[in-house]
């Protein structure tokens, strides 16, 4: 399933994508041969029903070996089908996927009801560890009832497909989301925003019924799994029992919420201020079109709406990207470099050959952007319908940053090529993207020393940043708190839409700016939920960057304010980094985070310090306002 490789790294996306089918591998015969024809014993040949013979370590060793087998064979297969499907949509590939992502679904049902078989071993710790990520399957588990992994698989294919070809009228003209997505950052116009905004919206209410089919299947293969539903099967995939994951989340939320709800007030004053009251009020949640992004979530394209008065300008990558007249392609190269200055490899030859990097005039792909390893080898890769954009230029870090994790992680078993947590895999991109200070961007020649900004430009430049980076946070938190409600029933079908509008509500201080009913399927419109991609990840990556971040800094021996460090060509940072990348999910990833920043923690405090001077200022700017909504 495409989803499954969106980053192609996560072992649930492994699991799925690689695991051969159920049927007839030497594995499956092994195991079952051993459970089901054991000789019996001599009680057991009175009432001639063989006795089950209880399970080796080194059973559950080679149980171990063929399985990694299994999956590495299926992973090479499916990736290639994967990919193909994503940069060429018809009706065939997508045939071709929902075969692959059928037998994925099977297999990883097969691997991970046959773990289970060594549940009462006395295991090493390692082959402890592998069992228990086989047993929790993928994050699609199918159950084993026939046909079922068929049915999922149709489906997820069909979500896929329905988001990435997408289209919608608008003043006459037939738009995809990779224009809408122009208009709703450029246009000032409520209007023609929320005319846009309501228009890709009309893709959604065709996947209802297929999404409330696949919850439903994706719960029986949890629950066959030993979890309540498909909510408790994602949060158990944090080395920490589920409902202790829920309270993690909710004290890194309560460390950063007093930052949004600053800039929140913040933000819709100005809007207030260029728009009125009756488009924004100042007791309501903000119109959810007004903020230069489709969902809201990343908010740096209405910077010039929001820019703190009598600042100095910071800088705006776009114009800079712009006047050196860099293309798509200068872009990743730029990238690559600030890996490589740290001591990474070079990428391959084949990933600037086989990467996709600009959008093809002749067919319908996947735009959204998403990194790859083919072959769990070297074959990387990404695909990215980029513009020349400061929004693009951080996310081809981002991206690069899963390719560089993938490529670091190789050498481990394939249970374990994964990131320690899917944070983790989020994060390594992102923190790279920190370090593009204005000191960097002389320093590779796209800023003029004498443009460069003075120190009073800090300003600037934490309110550009933290429009993007704070506003995401409780849009990171609330598209899982709607899909662990979802799995878990307490919003059924009927109020799929009403539950999406109550946590914008309460965590983002959001509204839609046209009314909303359960006609609508606005969930839908968010490539994560068609596509199938878990979304905690992105909140723990914007906590866990600037730890990185800070880390990083702290380790080259920096000593001015967090957010003018930037590690580009610190080798010693890179070593570092790559030790803890290399480790892949291996260990628990506290571990992981120990052998990089020498804490075992994941801790906001670094994102608040990081921003402690706009901090300041927004409150100062907020006094006499009243917050909230
Ligand atoms: O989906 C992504 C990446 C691919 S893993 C482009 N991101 C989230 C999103 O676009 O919603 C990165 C930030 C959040
Ligand atoms: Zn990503």
């Not at 799925?16 to 594995?27: M, V």
């Not at 020349?388 to 994790?405: A, I, K, P, R």
């Given at each position: 399933m495409r989803n499954f490789l969106l980053i192609a790294s996560s072992l649930s996306v492994l699991t799925?994508?690689?695991?051969?089918?159920?049927?007839?591998?030497?594995?499956t015969q092994a195991s079952y041969a051993s459970a089901s024809s054991a000789a019996p014993t001599a009680q057991s040949a009175k009432v001639d029903k063989p006795e089950p013979k209880a399970p080796t370590v080194q059973e559950a060793k080679e149980f171990i070996k063929q399985a990694e087998q299994d999956i590495l064979k299926l992973a090479e297969h499916s990736s290639r089908v994967y990919w193909v499907n994503a940069n060429f949509i018809?009706?065939?590939?997508?045939?071709?996927?929902?075969?692959?992502?059928?037998?994925?679904?099977?297999?990883?049902?097969?691997?991970?009801?046959?773990?289970?078989?060594?549940?009462?071993?006395?295991?090493?710790a390692d082959m402890a560890r592998k069992l228990d990520k086989l047993k929790r399957g993928s994050n699609f588990?199918?159950?084993?009832?026939?046909?079922?992994?068929?049915?999922?698989?149709?489906?997820?294919?069909?979500?896929?497909?329905?988001?990435?070809?997408?289209?919608?009228?608008h003043n006459g003209k037939t738009l995809s989301l990779f224009e809408a997505t122009d208009i709703i950052a450029t246009s000032r116009d409520p209007e023609e925003l929320a005319d846009v905004w309501a228009g890709w919206r009309q893709i959604s209410p065709k996947m209802r019924g297929d999404y409330a089919r696949m919850v439903e299947i994706i719960n029986k293969g949890s629950a066959e799994l030993g979890f309540a539903d498909a909510g408790a099967l994602w949060r158990a995939g944090y080395d920490m029992p589920a409902d202790d994951f829920v309270k993690e989340a909710d004290r890194l939320w309560?460390?950063?919420?007093?930052?949004?709800?600053?800039?929140?007030?913040?933000?819709?004053?100005?809007?207030?201020?260029?728009?009125?009251?009756?488009?924004?009020?100042?007791d309501q949640p903000i119109r959810a079109d007004l903020l230069g992004n489709m969902w809201g979530q990343q908010w740096g394209n209405i910077y010039e709406l929001v820019a703190p008065e009598n600042a100095e300008a910071g800088v705006d990558v776009t114009r800079l990207l712009e006047a050196n007249n860099k293309t798509a392609l200068n872009m990743v190269e730029i990238g690559e470099q600030?890996?490589?200055?740290?001591?990474?490899?070079?990428?391959?030859?084949?990933?600037?050959?086989?990467?996709?990097?600009?959008?093809p005039q002749d067919r319908e792909v996947t735009c959204h952007a998403s990194a790859w390893d083919i072959d769990n080898e070297d074959d990387i890769r990404i695909k990215m319908c980029t513009k020349?954009?400061?929004?693009?230029?951080?996310?081809?870090?981002?991206?690069?940053?899963?390719?560089?994790?993938?490529?670091?992680?190789k050498n481990q078993s394939i249970i374990y090529r994964d990131g320690a947590n899917d944070g983790f895999h989020e994060a390594i991109g992102d923190m790279i993207a920190l370090s593009i200070t204005p000191d960097y961007l002389v320093k590779i020649d796209l800023l003029d020393e004498g443009d460069k900004p003075s120190n009073n430009a800090d300003l600037s430049l934490l309110m550009r940043s933290a429009l993007d980076k704070i506003a995401f946070l409780p849009f990171g938190l609330m598209v899982d708190q709607w899909r662990w409600k979802v799995f878990s029933g307490e919003y059924s079908e009927n109020e799929y839409n009403k539950g999406w509008w109550e946590l914008r509500d309460k965590y983002q201080g959001l509204r839609p700016p046209v009314d909303r009913s359960e006609a609508d399927f606005d969930p839908g419109?968010?490539?994560?939920?068609?596509?199938?991609?878990?979304?905690?990840?992105?909140?723990?990556?914007?906590?866990?960057q600037f730890q990185f971040h800070k880390a990083a800094c702290d380790m080259s021996g920096y000593e001015g304010v967090l957010h003018n460090c930037s590690v580009y060509g610190n080798k010693e940072v890179g070593r570092r980094f790559n030790a803890m990348m290399e480790l892949g999910s291996s260990k628990p990833w506290p571990d992981a985070l120990e052998a990089f920043t020498g804490t075992r923690d994941m801790d906001g405090r670094a994102i608040i310090e990081y921003y402690e001077p706009l901090i300041?200022?927004?409150?100062?700017?907020?006094?006499?306002?009243?917050?909230?909504?």
């Open positions: 799925l994508a690689a695991c051969q089918g159920a049927t007839d591998t030497a594995e018809t009706d065939d590939t997508k045939w071709l996927a929902e075969k692959i992502g059928a037998e994925g679904a099977k297999q990883s049902t097969r691997l991970a009801n046959a773990a289970k078989r060594f549940n009462d071993l006395d295991l090493p588990p199918a159950p084993e009832t026939k046909g079922a992994a068929e049915n999922l698989s149709k489906i997820i294919t069909q979500l896929d497909s329905a988001y990435s070809t997408g289209k919608f009228e309560g460390q950063v919420k007093p930052l949004y709800d600053e800039l929140h007030c913040y933000v819709r004053t100005k809007l207030n201020n260029e728009y009125g009251d009756e488009v924004v009020p100042l600030f890996f490589t200055s740290m001591g990474f490899e070079d990428l391959p030859d084949t990933f600037w050959k086989r990467s996709l990097i600009t959008k020349v954009t400061g929004e693009d230029f951080q996310t081809v870090h981002h991206e690069l940053g899963h390719n560089f994790y993938q490529r670091a992680y419109a968010k490539y994560h939920i068609p596509g199938n991609t878990p979304y905690m990840r992105y909140f723990l990556a914007h906590i866990l300041t200022y927004l409150k100062e700017q907020n006094k006499g306002q009243t917050c909230g909504w």
